[in-house]
């Protein structure tokens, strides 16, 4: 039996429509499998399972603001989130949140000094990703900020300017993600 606390950390995102299977081009049906609702492909006669796509990024802490990013590119072109992109399949978690810092803000930062701040549920247009979200103090990175790779901008953000822009940022979950690095970085308990 699972802890009621358990089952509201549970957030279910609606399966996006899928119509044909991958692998034979079939029209899909869905069937229940361990007790969830999925696609399946009757020429193959196997499940179509749809994984989260791993994610890692970095929320750099100046006092009480974090370093955020414009998306120049898709998905959630001209939102605002924190540096993040797609893990390399041989890639550690915080190695690829340390490259994608760099790459889109010219920040160095080494992944052995990145916190892990939060696991971060987020729906892309075709996709669904998980975000390992570390923190970093704005003094233990090197370099000269600014926006590169698919950034269009960056700069620091209070979570009080981030709520009142909330229209502006990629998800209201970056927000509280915001706040947790800076109380991690800070040294205070969440």
């Not at 899909?28 to 193959?44: A, I, N, W």
């Not at 690829?96 to 930062?109: F, H, S």
Request: charged share 35%; glycine share 8%.
């Amino acid at each position: 039996m699972r802890s009621s606390r358990t089952e509201n950390l549970k957030e279910r995102i609606e399966m996006k429509q899928l119509n044909y299977c991958w692998r034979c081009g079939s029209e899909l049906s869905k069937k229940m499998d361990e007790g969830r609702e999925r696609y399946f492909c009757e020429g193959c006669n196997e499940f179509v399972y749809r994984n989260s796509v791993p994610v890692g990024g970095v929320f750099v802490v100046k006092g009480k603001e974090v370093l955020l990013i414009k998306r120049g590119g898709t998905p959630n072109k001209g939102k605002w989130s924190y540096p993040a992109g797609y893990l390399e399949y041989d890639e550690r978690p915080e190695v690829g949140a340390a490259r994608e810092l760099e790459e889109e803000t010219g920040l160095k930062a080494d992944p052995e000094d990145l916190k892990l701040v939060a696991t971060i549920q987020l729906e892309h247009p075709e996709k669904y990703v998980v975000g390992n979200a570390y923190g970093i103090s704005f003094d233990k990175v090197d370099g000269k900020l600014k926006a590169g790779d698919d950034a269009e901008d960056a700069r620091f953000w209070t979570p009080k300017e981030m709520e009142v822009s909330l229209e502006e940022m990629e998800s209201k979950k970056i927000v509280e993600a915001a706040e947790k690095a800076i109380e991690l970085i800070q040294g205070r308990s969440p």
